[in-house]
C-alpha cells in the first residue's frame, strides 16, 4: 500500500507536465499525494475497520477536498451520491492495492475488487481493472513470477501486455482509462529490475504519470517486497505534514497485514 502512495507522490509534479525519460528526480517541492493516495487509504480504512465504502469514499473526499479528484468522481461525491455512474476510468484500479494482501484466496480477493470499484466504477471495464491489480498484487505477494503473474492477467483479463514500453512510449499520451492505465503499469512492473526502476517506467510513458506509478508502485512492491527505505522515509514526510490521518490508516493496515 505504500508503494502505492509513493509512485502517486513520485508521480504528481509529472501528471501535467509529461516527460519521456527515467531520468528525473524522485522528490521535489512539487511533489505531493492526490486523489490516488487519499481513495487508496479510503479503502484500506474499510478492510481495516468495516463499514461502507460509498461512506469512505465520501469521509475521505471531506478531509482531501483539493487532491485532484476527475470531475465525474468530484460531482458524486460532492452530492452524496449513493449510485454509481459506469465509469470506467482508471480510479477504481488506482484505489484497489489494499484488496491484494487482506484476502487468502484469488476468488475472495476478485470479488472485493469488484465491491471496491462497482460503487461507482461499474462499467466492466472499470471492475475489471481494479480486478486485474488486485489480483496481479496477490500473486506477486504469494511468490508467483512475472511470467505467471502476466499469463494469468493476460488469460483471464485480456490485457495485451507483449508490446514493450520502448515502443508504447512512442504514442503513449494522457490516458485515464482503466484500459489505457492498466496494461502500461503491469508492463513497467514486467520490464523493471526493482521498485525504483518499475516507477521510473511508468513516469517515463509520459500518460496519467501519478495514477500509472501508483499503480505500478503498488505491484513492484507486492513483487519485490517492499520500498526502498529512502523513498518511505520521504513518503512519511509528506504524509507526516499533509496528511496525518494517511499516515496513521496506512501504518495500521501495513502492521496487520505484516507488509514491510
Request: glycine share 10%; net charge negative.
Amino acid at each position: 500500500m505504500l508503494g502505492a502512495i509513493a509512485g502517486d507522490i513520485i508521480g504528481s509534479p509529472y501528471e501535467r507536465r509529461p516527460i519521456k525519460s527515467t531520468d528525473f528526480p524522485l522528490f521535489s517541492l512539487c511533489s505531493t499525494f492526490t486523489d490516488d493516495s487519499v481513495m487508496t487509504v479510503a479503502v484500506a480504512d474499510v478492510l481495516l475497520d468495516g463499514g461502507d465504502y460509498v461512506e469512505s469514499f465520501h469521509r475521505y473526499f471531506d478531509m482531501y477536498p483539493h487532491a485532484g479528484y476527475g470531475a465525474a468522481f468530484g460531482q458524486w461525491a460532492l452530492t452524496r451520491s449513493r449510485e454509481p455512474y459506469g465509469s470506467f476510468g482508471n480510479g477504481s484500479a488506482m484505489r484497489v492495492s489494499p484488496v491484494g494482501y487482506v484476502f487468502d484466496t484469488l476468488d475472495e480477493t476478485l470479488y472485493e475488487a469488484r465491491r471496491t470499484a462497482e460503487v461507482t466504477h461499474d462499467h466492466p471495464e472499470g471492475i475489471k481493472g481494479a480486478q486485474a491489480v488486485s489480483a496481479a498484487i496477490y500473486l506477486a505477494r504469494n511468490g508467483e513470477s512475472k511470467d505467471r503473474i502476466a499469463e494469468y492477467i493476460t488469460g483471464v483479463f485480456d490485457y495485451n501486455l507483449g508490446q514493450p514500453l520502448d515502443r508504447i512510449r512512442t504514442w503513449y499520451s494522457f490516458d485515464v482509462t482503466c484500459q489505457g492505465t492498466v496494461p502500461v503499469a503491469l508492463r513497467a512492473l514486467m520490464e523493471s529490475d526493482n521498485w525504483e526502476h518499475a516507477v521510473r517506467l511508468a513516469v517515463s510513458m509520459g500518460g496519467d504519470s501519478d495514477t500509472v506509478a501508483s499503480i505500478a508502485g503498488a505491484l513492484a512492491e507486492a513483487f519485490y517486497g517492499g520500498v526502498p527505505d529512502e523513498v518511505a522515509e520521504n513518503v512519511r514526510r509528506i504524509l507526516a505534514v499533509h496528511g496525518p490521518p494517511l499516515l496513521e490508516v496506512t501504518d495500521a493496515f501495513a502492521l496487520a497485514y505484516s507488509i514491510h
